[in-house]
């Protein structure tokens, strides 16, 4: 199936972050004024740990600002099964996020 035509890629706006975690587990970056009219579409790394499991997830997000929250959890294993305890703020967390226009 043959096409005929020009394509243009249309430039997306991306912006990049990085952020400490304060003590409720939370980091907000804040967009430049005017980068996004609606919400980005966001993805996040957090630099690894010596102990336990961080998982990240973003609470909220706007044209203006993104915040994620950390939570920590240690595991322990029972007769060969192992069994994450209950999620708690991790604080001083670095946490990388790249923002892209949708």
């Avoid at 996004?36 to 336990?52: C, D, L, N, Q, Y």
């Amino acid at each position: 199936m043959g096409t005929a035509g020009d394509y243009e890629a249309l430039p997306q706006r991306i912006e990049r972050a990085t952020g400490v975690t304060d003590s409720n587990g939370h980091v907000t970056f804040i967009w430049p004024a005017g980068a996004f009219g609606v919400p980005p579409v966001v993805t996040h790394a957090i630099e690894a740990a010596s102990v336990g499991v961080r998982t990240a997830r973003i609470i909220s997000n706007t044209a203006a600002a993104t915040t994620f929250e950390v939570l920590v959890t240690t595991g322990v294993t029972v007769l060969g099964i192992s069994v994450l305890g209950p999620g708690v703020a991790a604080q001083g967390v670095t946490v990388h996020a790249h923002a892209v226009a949708p």
